[in-house]
């Protein structure tokens, strides 16, 4: 249900680039902030580069209560990204933005934590970022 992600949200991001071979890390933070049609998520991070520069980075997306039960991650123009099926502890989707291919997988085991994976791949795209989430004041899940 939507108003279960309401609130703030700290996260660890791992990204495996395959064209370059670097791991990359990133830590940051989630709002998810209620509007007139379900949540708007704002995510500000800050990544550290193998050289050891620091980039800050930000992201947002709306979360909308999806017909079919589920939610429906949509971008800003409105969009659709992807859909979750919060009702199950894991669940799958796939975005097409042609060449690219976006394989996304939440994970919800550990509610009120939960992961999220995507592997992307296309012509000049090959990675997969891992990132994990979890509520201020609760202890960090394994690394990603």
Known sequence: MLSDFAGDWLLERAIDDALTGERLHASGHAVFAPDAHGLVYDETVEMVLASGRRLRGTRRYLWRADPGGGIAVVFEDGRLFH??????????????????VYEGAYDFTDWPQFQLRWRVTGPRKGYAMHTAYRRPGVSPPASP
């Open 83 to 100: 859909r979750i099926a919060p009702d199950r502890v894991r669940c799958e989707d796939r975005h097409d933005c042609t060449p690219d």
